[in-house]
C-alpha cells in the first residue's frame, strides 16, 4: 500500500513522501499514541484549555505571483507592498499537522489556480513551527494562528483598501479549522465577512467536541466550503459549512486501506491516504470544472431517473458556488478520481 501511495504522490505532485517529511517512525510515542487512539475511533479529549502564546513572525506567507515565477516572495507582513494589488484574488492556503510549506499538494494546488487564469497571487502560508508539535499543542494553535492571519487579511483590506471579496483561504486538515479562525478574525476586525473559505477534510479529531464557536462553522464566511473525504477518523465528519460535499460517504475513499486499530510501531503514512483525497479531488476537480458532479441525494437508484429525483446538483470544484447543503458523489479509486 504504501508502495501504491508513493506512486500517487509521485505521478500527481512529483515529490516522494520523504520530501513531504512524513516518517512518522521519528514521532514521538505520544504522538503515535495519539495516532492510534484517532485510528480506533476514539476521541481525543481536549477539554483542558490552554491558551498558547505564539509569535506572529512564525507565521510565514509565500507569494508567488505569476504562473512563470520561479521563486517565491517572503512577504514582510510589516510592509508587504507586493500585495497592494486591487485586480487579483489573493488565495491564502494553509497546510495542516505536521506539514509545511514543502507539503505535497500545494505546489499541484497552485499550478491549478494558475492553469485557470493569471489573476491569482498564491500565498503558501506556513505555519510549521506550530503545526509540528503534539496533536492537541496543534489544534489549540489553530486558534491564534487562525487569528495572526486573519489580522494580516484585516490589515491589507485596511491599509491597500483591497476588497475583502479579493480574498480566498484554502485549508486542509487543521489547517481547514486555522481557515475558520481567520474568518472569525476578520469579522471580528472588519465586521464583514471573508466571501469564501474552502475546507479540504477539515479536522475532527479534538474539534467534534468543540462547540461551533470554537472551531470552524458555516457563518465563518458568506460561502463556507467542506469536502469531507475521512470524517470520524482524522477529518470532522457532520456538515460544518455552508455547502458540504461527501465523496464516497465523506469518510472512507476507495483505493485507500481501512485501518484497524494500529499499533504504535506500525503505523505508515497510509493511514492518511482517505483524509489526503480531499486534496486530490479538489485539484483535479479545478483543472476540469465540469468533473466531480454532485447531488442531494445520498443514494443513486439506477433504475429511477435521477434527474427526475435530484435536480439540484453542484460540482465539487465551483469557486463561485452559493448554493447550499449535503452533496453527494462517488469516485474512481484512483486519479483521474472523477467518474
Ligand atoms: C528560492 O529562494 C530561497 C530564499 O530566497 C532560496 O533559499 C531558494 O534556494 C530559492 N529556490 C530556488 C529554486 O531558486
Ligand atoms: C496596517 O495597518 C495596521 C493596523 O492599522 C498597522 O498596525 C500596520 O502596521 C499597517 N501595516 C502596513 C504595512 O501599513
Ligand atoms: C461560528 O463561530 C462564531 C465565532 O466563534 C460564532 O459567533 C458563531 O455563532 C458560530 N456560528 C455558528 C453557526 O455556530
Avoid at 509565500?62 to 488565495?91: C, G, H, Q
Avoid at 463561485?320 to 484512483?334: A, I, M, Q, R, V
Wanted: glycine share 8%; proline share 6%; charged share 20%.
Amino acid at each position: 500500500m504504501l508502495q501504491k501511495m508513493l506512486k500517487l504522490i509521485v505521478f500527481t505532485c512529483f515529490i516522494t513522501l520523504g520530501d513531504a517529511g512524513l516518517d512518522l517512525s521519528v514521532l514521538p510515542d505520544t504522538m503515535k499514541q495519539d495516532l492510534v487512539t484517532v485510528l480506533s475511533g476514539k476521541p481525543l479529549l481536549d477539554s483542558l484549555i490552554r491558551k498558547n502564546e505564539i509569535l506572529p513572525e512564525n507565521v510565514k506567507f509565500y507569494l508567488w505571483a505569476t504562473k512563470k515565477a520561479e521563486n517565491y516572495t517572503l512577504i514582510d507582513t510589516s510592509n508587504p507592498t507586493e500585495l497592494d494589488k486591487n485586480d487579483v484574488t489573493i488565495v491564502f492556503i494553509i497546510h495542516g499537522w505536521l506539514e509545511t510549506r514543502e507539503t505535497p499538494w500545494y505546489e499541484p494546488l497552485k499550478n491549478a489556480f494558475f492553469e485557470k487564469n493569471d489573476r491569482y497571487y498564491i500565498i503558501e502560508v506556513d505555519w510549521s513551527p506550530y503545526a509540528s508539535q503534539e496533536y492537541l499543542v496543534a489544534a489549540f494553535d489553530t486558534k491564534p494562528v487562525g487569528g495572526v492571519i486573519g489580522q494580516f487579511i484585516a490589515n491589507l483590506h485596511n491599509n491597500y483598501s483591497i476588497p475583502l471579496d479579493n480574498f480566498l483561504v484554502v485549508g486542509h486538515s487543521l489547517g481547514g479549522q486555522v481557515s475558520g479562525f481567520v474568518g472569525k478574525k476578520v469579522q471580528e476586525i472588519t465586521h464583514t465577512k471573508l466571501p469564501r473559505i474552502i475546507t479540504l477534510d477539515p479536522a475532527g479529531p479534538a474539534f467534534k467536541l468543540r462547540e461551533a464557536s470554537e472551531r470552524l462553522n458555516a457563518t465563518d464566511a458568506a460561502v463556507v466550503v467542506v469536502i469531507h473525504t475521512n470524517g470520524g477518523i482524522f477529518g470532522f465528519k457532520e456538515s460544518c459549512g455552508t455547502i458540504d460535499f461527501f465523496p464516497n460517504g465523506g469518510s472512507l475513499q476507495p483505493g485507500c486501506p481501512v485501518h484497524t486499530v494500529a499499533g504504535p510501531n506500525d503505523l505508515s503514512p497510509s493511514i492518511f491516504c482517505a483524509h489526503w483525497r480531499s486534496w486530490g479531488y479538489f485539484i483535479e476537480a479545478l483543472s476540469a470544472p465540469d468533473s466531480f458532479q454532485a447531488s442531494q441525494c445520498k443514494v443513486h437508484l439506477k433504475l429511477l431517473n435521477k434527474d427526475l429525483l435530484c435536480t439540484n446538483s453542484e460540482t465539487l470544484g465551483n469557486l463561485e458556488t452559493t448554493k447550499t447543503g449535503d452533496f453527494y458523489l462517488t469516485t474512481n479509486s484512483e486519479s483521474p478520481y472523477s467518474k
